[in-house]
C-alpha cells in the first residue's frame, strides 16, 4: 500500500469532491411538474410500494442501452448490504523464486499475500418525479413513462461515477491524434497496455473510448496515406479489440446535462483497465459496481402516491456501491 499512498491520497480528494456534486437537487418541498430531485428516505415505505411498475422496472431497458456501457465500465457484483471485499494493491501476485526445491529434511518455502480486506456497505440511492395529474390527463401508461425517466438518470448516474473513478485512478498520457503524417492511435494503445502489463503485472483487457477521442482515432487512420491506415480507419470494435489483443472495445456516447448544455460522460478520453463479468469480490479487477437486493429480492424498487387530489410522486430507489479494487495498470489517453 505504501507505494500507492499519493495516488490513494489524489483519488480519495477526487471522490470527496464527486460526492458532493449532487447529481439532482435535494428534495426541498417544492411541487414542480417533471421534476426530478434526491428521494427522502420517508418515501421508502411499504405503503407507497407499487408492485406493477417494481415489474416493470426490473424488464426495463433503455433504448440507447446505457446499462451495456455501464456494464462494461463497472460490472456489477452482487452482495448483501454489508459485505467484505479484496483490494489488490501490490505485485505479490507475480513474485517468482529462482529456486523453489526443497531441501532434505527441509521444508518447504512459505508464500503470503497480503490482499487487503475492506468492509463495506452499499449505498440507498434513489430519485423522486412529481407529477400533476392534468398534465398527463391524456396520456397512458404514462407512470411507467415516469419510472423509465427515473431509471435511465439512475443509470447515467452509475456510469458518471464508474468513469469518474477510473479516471481519477489511472495513470494519464496527453496524446495528439491529429490529422498529420504518421499518427497510429491504434499503435499508441497496444504500445500503452504492453506499458502497463509491466508495469504493474497487469494486462488491461478492456478500452473505452468516448465518442470525442474515437472521433480523433477515426480521422487521424483516414487521413494517413497508407493502405494500415485506411483499413484501420474502418475497423469494428470486435477487429479492433483482438489487434489489440483486448477482450472488449467500447465506445461511450453518453451525455448529460450540466447547466443546459450538453457534456460528454467520457468525451476526449481513452481508458484502459481490467474489468470482469461475473466477478465476485475476490477477483484481482480494477472496479466493481456492488449492488445489493432492494426489500422483497429485486434489483430497483418502485413507490408511487398521490398526494392531493391532483399532485403525485413516483419514486425508484436502488442499492449500489462503484468501488476501485486495484489502481494497478489502469491508464489513460487524454486525446487533443
Known amino acids: 500500500m505504501k507505494n500507492l499512498t499519493k495516488k490513494g491520497i489524489a483519488l480519495n480528494a477526487y471522490l470527496g469532491g464527486l460526492a458532493l456534486a449532487a447529481h439532482a437537487p435535494a428534495d426541498d418541498g417544492a411541487f414542480v411538474h417533471d421534476r426530478i430531485v434526491a428521494a427522502n428516505s420517508s418515501l421508502f415505505t411499504e405503503s407507497f410500494f407499487s408492485e406493477p411498475l417494481t415489474n416493470y422496472a426490473v424488464g426495463w431497458r433503455d433504448s440507447n442501452d446505457i446499462e451495456a456501457t455501464l456494464q462494461f465500465f463497472a460490472p456489477e457484483v452482487r452482495v448483501p448490504r454489508k459485505f467484505e471485499y479484496a483490494e489488490t494493491s501490490n505485485p505479490e501476485e507475480f513474485y517468482s523464486e529462482d529456486n523453489d526445491e526443497r531441501a532434505l529434511r527441509g521444508d518447504f518455502g512459505t508464500v503470503e499475500y497480503t490482499r487487503l480486506k475492506t468492509n463495506a456497505k452499499t449505498a440507498n440511492r434513489g430519485l423522486k418525479i412529481c407529477v400533476d395529474l392534468d398534465e398527463v390527463a391524456d396520456q397512458t401508461d404514462w407512470q411507467k413513462q415516469y419510472a423509465a425517466k427515473l431509471l435511465r438518470r439512475l443509470r447515467r448516474n452509475s456510469l458518471r461515477r464508474a468513469i469518474a473513478l477510473l479516471s481519477a485512478a489511472a495513470t494519464n498520457t496527453a496524446k495528439t491524434w491529429d490529422t498529420t503524417a504518421g499518427k497510429d492511435p491504434d499503435q499508441d494503445?497496444?504500445?500503452?497496455?504492453?506499458?502497463?502489463?509491466?508495469?504493474?503485472?497487469?494486462?488491461?483487457?478492456?478500452?473505452?473510448?468516448?465518442?470525442?477521442?474515437?472521433?480523433?482515432?477515426?480521422?487521424?487512420?483516414?487521413?494517413?496515406?497508407?493502405?494500415?491506415?485506411?483499413?484501420?480507419?474502418?475497423?469494428?470494435?470486435?477487429?479492433?479489440?483482438?489487434?489489440?489483443?483486448?477482450?472488449?472495445?467500447?465506445?461511450?456516447?453518453?451525455?448529460?446535462?450540466?447547466?443546459?448544455?450538453?457534456?460528454?460522460?467520457?468525451?476526449?478520453?481513452?481508458?484502459?483497465?481490467?474489468?470482469?463479468?461475473?466477478?465476485?469480490?475476490?477477483?484481482?479487477?480494477?472496479?466493481?459496481?456492488?449492488?445489493?437486493?432492494?426489500?422483497?429480492?429485486?434489483?430497483?424498487?418502485?413507490?408511487?402516491?398521490?398526494?392531493?387530489?391532483?399532485?403525485?410522486?413516483?419514486?425508484?430507489?436502488?442499492?449500489?456501491?462503484t468501488k476501485i479494487t486495484s489502481t494497478l495498470g489502469i491508464r489513460k489517453f487524454t486525446v487533443s
Not at 494503445?189 to 503485472?201: F, M, N
Not at 429485486?298 to 392531493?308: C, D, F, K, L, S
Request: hydrophobic share 35%; glycine share 10%; net charge negative.
Open 189 to 321: 494503445v497496444v504500445s500503452d497496455i504492453v506499458t502497463a502489463t509491466t508495469s504493474s503485472g497487469v494486462r488491461p483487457n478492456r478500452v473505452g473510448y468516448g465518442d470525442t477521442a474515437w472521433s480523433k482515432r477515426f480521422l487521424a487512420h483516414r487521413a494517413q496515406t497508407s493502405a494500415g491506415g485506411f483499413a484501420s480507419a474502418g475497423l469494428t470494435y470486435e477487429q479492433l479489440a483482438a489487434i489489440l489483443n483486448v477482450d472488449q472495445v467500447l465506445v461511450s456516447r453518453e451525455r448529460y446535462s450540466t447547466g443546459g448544455s450538453k457534456s460528454e460522460v467520457l468525451g476526449n478520453l481513452v481508458l484502459m483497465f481490467m474489468a470482469l463479468d461475473g466477478a465476485d469480490t475476490e477477483d484481482p479487477s480494477n472496479i466493481k459496481r456492488f449492488v445489493s437486493p432492494c426489500e422483497g429480492g429485486g434489483p430497483v424498487r418502485v413507490y408511487e402516491r398521490q398526494i392531493t387530489s391532483k399532485l403525485y410522486e413516483i419514486v425508484v430507489e436502488h442499492y449500489e456501491l
